[in-house]
């Protein structure tokens, strides 16, 4: 049944200049932690599930230096743990692909994350991928990324990666500016990085993508616009746009408070960014594939991204790495000696599972629906209920005022800002969903105000499907 909607929350006034008050990054983040009684039980019972292909999330923990703007390092790069780390990892999948489901489901995506994969060894890295090739149920078209940084990702290991299937790049840019690269970080000065990506796109043998983050300290939207005509330039297949998240009591915020260095962008400065960096590329012939991922050639997919944001069925191996089963979010012990030790038993090393979400499709539809920028309003009413999207309409009336959508007569269309905001948009959404269909009354906290609860980096916890992948090393 369907309950009345009150929308005074919503229509909160905001700071002059903005839409809300704050950003919400994590709007699925509400999920009660489910005891962990017989987790390998569950986990078993949540394999067997019927359902649609499945995506594959790989985690390696280590990094050669912990970037200044990023809250996701864990372990320094170390030839010989990374080696036994492989050999556990290689253990895991196998011991999970024979588990029974396993082999029922394809797995039409696979994303190899970190930390920083391509700091592996050449051997290591083909280790991991064929071992996921050997004993996953791989689909034919299936997307395989691997996610790197320029520093260290020498030729040797971009062939292992692809002679054992390896067919998109991620990397890790942030910036081209040198002193700003340097400032966060990162080794490779400008002319090396324009050089490893335009030499990656010239194979021509897999999609190059690169991530760019705006709100950067010292960032002037001179550089920013450069950033993106450099992508552009270099003949890339895509493009992530991500937003500096910047946590309190991170390394950067820490800079920045002692003054060391330049304050990060506010929100205004971030939307003007966001909205500039979509009008070039725009411009320039690419397409918007989500609200932060641009491709350039039919060769990207961002299959991966895409689904993970609709909360789709994903496989998760390493230690830290986090996993989809039905729903039921889940993560493996992030300690790689407690990891491997599991590992090592023959014991799936879950170290953590959240009860689904009310409403997981429901939710994965809005949110697939916001990544692409349009609300229809015959699938909002397919997701929820017949009557929900109308329901809406002074809500929809409001974004419209703030400048976040224009209203058609089947759709609502989100402008850049809009799609700027998103993340609260949808928190919102999933708000009055509760409300419309069980009369829920939303948390106290309202969405548009008070603390921001921002992870570090533009990425998002780096080993959580559904988080949007931006995880850049
Ligand atoms: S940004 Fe990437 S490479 Fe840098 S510390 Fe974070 S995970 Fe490691």
């Given at each position: ?287 918007r594939l989500s609200q ?14 895409r689904?993970?944001k ?55 539809a809005?949110m697939d629906a916001l990544e692409r920028g349009s609300l229809d309003?015959?699938e ?31 759709a609502?269309a989100l402008?850049?800002?809009?799609r700027?905001?998103y ?51």
């Amino acid at each position: 049944m369907a309950h009345p909607l009150v929308f005074d929350r919503y229509l909160a006034p905001a700071p002059a200049g903005q839409a809300f008050a704050r950003r919400v990054h994590h709007p699925w983040m509400d999920r009660r932690p489910v005891p962990l009684a017989d987790p390998d039980g569950r986990y078993a019972a949540l394999l067997r599930a019927d359902g649609d292909p499945r995506l594959a999330y790989v985690h390696v923990p280590f990094c050669a230096n912990h970037c200044l703007f990023c809250g996701f390092y864990r372990n320094r790069t170390d030839d010989a743990a990374m080696r036994r780390y492989v050999d556990h990892l290689v253990r895991e999948i196998a011991a999970d692909a024979a588990r029974p489901g396993v082999s029922a489901r394809p797995v039409s995506a696979v994303f190899l994350g970190g930390g920083t994969p391509s700091a592996l060894s050449a051997e290591d890295l083909h280790r991991v991928l064929a071992a996921l090739r050997d004993h996953l149920p791989l689909a034919p078209d299936c997307e395989v990324t691997v996610e790197g940084r320029v520093a260290g990702f020498d030729a040797d290991k971009i062939d292992a990666c692809l002679d054992a299937g390896a067919n998109r790049f991620s990397i890790g840019i942030q910036s081209f500016d040198t002193r700003l690269r340097r400032r966060m970080g990162r080794k490779a000065a400008r002319e090396e990085a324009e050089a490893f990506l335009s030499a990656l796109a010239a194979r021509g043998r897999a999609a190059v993508i690169c991530d760019l983050i705006y709100g950067l300290p010292g960032q002037t939207d001179a550089i920013w616009r450069d950033d993106v005509a450099t992508c552009d330039r270099l003949g890339l297949d895509g493009v992530d746009l991500y937003c500096l998240s910047l946590q309190p009591g991170s390394p950067l915020a820490l800079s920045i408070e002692k003054g060391a260095l330049p304050p990060a962008g506010d929100e205004p400065c971030n939307l003007g960014r966001y909205r500039d960096g979509c009008d070039t590329l725009a411009a320039a012939g690419w397409t918007r594939l989500s609200q932060a991922h641009w491709g350039r050639t039919p060769r990207e997919r961002n299959r991966y991204n895409r689904l993970t944001k609709r909360g789709a069925d994903c496989l998760a191996f390493g230690a830290g790495a986090g996993g989809m089963l039905g729903g039921h979010r889940f993560m493996n012990d992030g300690d790689v000696a407690a990891y491997e030790a599991r590992v090592a038993l023959g014991e799936k090393p879950i170290a953590a599972m959240l009860a689904p979400a009310a409403r997981h499709a429901a939710r994965g539809a809005v949110m697939d629906a916001l990544e692409r920028g349009s609300l229809d309003f015959a699938e909002l009413d397919a997701a929820v209920e017949p009557g929900f999207a109308a329901a809406l309409a002074p809500l929809f009336a409001e974004w419209r005022r703030r400048g976040l959508a224009e209203a058609g007569a089947a759709a609502l269309a989100l402008t850049a800002e809009g799609r700027y905001w998103y993340n609260t948009l949808a928190a919102a959404l999933f708000e009055l969903i509760d409300a419309y269909l069980d009369g829920a009354v939303p948390p106290a906290m309202p969405p548009h105000g008070g603390a921001r609860p921002r992870h570090p980096g533009a990425h998002p916890p780096a080993s959580h499907p559904g988080d949007s992948h931006a995880r850049h090393p």
